[in-house]
């Protein structure tokens, strides 16, 4: 089977034509051979058929003339009969038996040149035909038998060579036949062969003429669909080449491409890679590719970052180097692109170093948050800002702007001897336009190339600056600016915070208005006093300094001229006290003194003096003379207190008692004189139980006209009759009723008080001389005042003009417009007015002109030392003489003494008051006085 497999496929044509062909040969073949086969059986029976009936007629025939003749014995002629049937017959023989025995026989003759046919068709014939036998009977006798053979031989000879010849002329037609098939179904399907798309011309297939109708369609048809196959995949193939030449050109665009041969050597370049290497075309083609980064030529895609000298210097490739391989599958050569990455390596680089040097920003910023040493921190900027440039040297300067000289604080990479200190101011121009003087000086000495600097500036003060220098020339970027500029930001940043520190604790120990030490520090100075005295046996002392009417100052003219007052006073404290003593400021205008060596009380005493003295000088401030003054209270160690805290309290309390006492003097501690705030918390709320009780009153003390000596008037002087305390004073109470407002329906009482007083007096006296009342500074801001009083006089019934108000000067000034106008108001009831405590505050000529004023009373603190303290003479002589050229009346108080009154009269004066005439009085007391005719004083 196999065998016959492998012979088929070995014998089976190749072409189309062969095919065909073969087939029809074999179809030929098969008819030619059936044809045959049939033609032959057909020709084969009949001839035998032909041949028996021939023998069986021949045998008739022959029976016949074999009667004749053998009726009459001519055997002769039987012989010759039979002759003749043998010449024509297929017999082999023919004989005639005689019944009487004899024979006779004749042959056929021996044929040589008779074909010989095969033996199966002779044994084939002689089967089909039998011999002839003939009886010969005469009249009803019989003769013999006439016997004939046939001749297989012959017959199968004869139709061997019919079969022959006719095969070999259906050999010869199925022969011409077949050539002329042959040659037609080659001509006919020669037009296959032709078969072939459109060149593009569109000429189809040349068909010849005869083309078989099928062959012409299939062919047209294949025609067609090449074209609209051309059509369909020349569009896309255009297309796509049109896309392909795009993606070069952008590639050309984008990047550097080459190709380079087997060996490695450029081929071809582009125009970009002719632009980047600044050589001609003819000149890189066929060199080695350069600097492949490690590439060696190999089947494998490599790609590598490479970095390439080209005409701006040295750039960053990535460079991919693709193999292209060929039809056997070798490389042919290789595709090289390169895109530059430059930029982008740059920007990674600069990202790279911006993180490194915010690294080192951040460890300077940690470092100054320690808060260390400034020398450390210093130190490490200058290392620092080497590391973050790149360079070796760096310096930190501090200025001495006003001297033109810097310090060299830290260096970093400057060998140490070679830094001479101070850096002068270089007398040339700077080595740079850019660097601080002394960067230019520091980089000239050095040789240096180049630096920078970044000026560290704490508040708005240069404080010096953070330079870096390179050995080589070159300029610095603005990167490594900002880098410096944040090094110096920390460093300024952190001195910043250490002068802030140092301030803090300066603030926290010494005043900043005055300089002075603070009460903190006051207290610590006043312990180690203490402890030393404990240690020597010896004593400590404290003064406690207040500055009397202070607060008038500060509110008339404003807090700048009190904070000049106040740092002048603190001056002048200092030029009072010995050098071991401590002059501290405890705030507002309280001032105190540590006396370490406290050693006598006259010791003491004489600075108090001093002290007293030296404020009652009066102040230049902002072009006015000032007068103020103070109240001093000692205390010392061990007798006034344990400790510094116990110590200071005694003093102020001392000092609360000297400003009792008529201020501009000084008191020594005394026991009893301890009152503390918790008393005065106990004061305020028995005051206000004393509104409701009604446990006030009114003392009157008289004024007296110098002239005549006659009653002039009185002044309502308040007090306050304690339950258990008895009578006080104001001087207790009058402060806390003016800070807690209960001065106001004190006041009012007051008023209505004094009217209802002056209307007894008026039903059993025919003069009343007018009752003064003083007015307090809260009482005058109050607007509807005037109103108010007016309310009370009317309802009283009284004579406005018994009335008279007494105000400070200080009061007038605070709002000195808002004062006229309520002067005004009560000068329009008939009301006087008057000036109380004048010479004390501070009094504006001018507004005093505008004020309806009626009287001046003189201070008491300017009666005290008359007639000997020539001061206080010229003083009050000069209200005297102001006074009465203002048309004021004038009063002088505190008169204690004949020689007060003497003094005053011969000054001009026009009445006293005073404990010399006589003190505040109760109002039944006063009737005396009323009554009296005869002058009070001579
Ligand atoms: P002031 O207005 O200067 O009153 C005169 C003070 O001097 C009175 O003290 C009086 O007793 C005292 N005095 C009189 N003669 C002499 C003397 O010869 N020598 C000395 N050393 N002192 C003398 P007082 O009564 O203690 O009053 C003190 C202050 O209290 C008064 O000073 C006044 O400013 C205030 N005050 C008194 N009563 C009232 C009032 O009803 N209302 C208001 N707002 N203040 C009043
Ligand atoms: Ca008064
Ligand atoms: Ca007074």
Known sequence: MRVMHTLATLLRPRSLVGRVFALFALGMLFFAAAGLGVFYRFQYLQHIEETQDAA????????????????????????????TVMLQSPFRSASFIDLGGGAIRVDAVP??????????LTARIRNELYDVNRVVAVGGRDYGVLRLRFDDNKLASQL???????????????AITLATARVLLARWLKNLGSLRFYDGDGAGAALTPDTP?????????????????????????AMLMNSLVQYKSALDQAAIVCEIDRDGRVMAVNDQFVRQSGHPRELLVGQPLAQAGGWTPSTAVWSGEVAIPGRDGERQWYRTIVPIFDAGNSVEKYICIDFDISERKQFEDAIVRNAMRQGLIARLGRKALEAGPLDELFQLATHLACDGANVRNAALFGFDTEGGTARLLAAGGFPPAALALPFACPAGPAASETLCRWSASLLGDHEAGSGIDSIIVCGARPFGALAVYDSAARTFQEDEAGFLNSLANIVATAVEREDARNRLTWLAQFDTLTGLPNRHRLSTCLEAAID????????AGVMFIDLDRFKSVNDMLGHSVGDELLAQAGRRLLECVRPDDVVARLGGDEFAVVLPHFGSTEQAEQIARRVVAALAEPFMLQGQQLFVSASVGIAAWPDDGDDAATLLKSADTAMYSAKHNGRNNYSFYLASMNENAAQRLQTERELHLAIERGEFELHYQPKVKLASGALSGFEALLRWRHPQRGLIAPIEFITILEETGMILPVGEWVIAEVCRQLRLWCAAWKTVPPVAINLSARQLTFAGLPEAIRDIVQDAGVDPRLLEFELTESMLMVDPEAAVKILHALKDQGMRLSVDDFGTGYSSLAYLKRFPLDALKIDRTFVRDLPDDADDAAITQAVI????????????????TRAHLDALRSYGCDEIQGYYVARPLPARECAALLAKAEPLVA
């Open 160 to 174: 061997w060579r019919l079969l022959v010849q006719s095969a070999g002329l259906a050999a010869v037609a199925l």
């Open 881 to 896: 003489g102001l006074a009465h050229s203002l048309n004021l009346k004038v009063v002088a108080e505190g008169v204690e």
């Open 111 to 120: 044929n040589r040149l008779q074909a010989s046919a095969p033996e199966w």
């Open 532 to 539: 030393a005295a404990g240690a020597a046996g010896g004593r």
């Open 56 to 83: 069986n007629t021949l045998v008739e025939v022959a029976s016949r003339s074999v009667e004749d003749s053998a009726l009459i014995g001519d055997y002769d002629t039987v012989k010759r009969t039979l002759s």
């Open 213 to 237: 109708l099928e062959i012409r369609e299939a062919i047209q048809a294949v025609d067609r669909s090449a074209a609209s196959m051309r059509d369909k995949y020349g569009q896309r193939i």
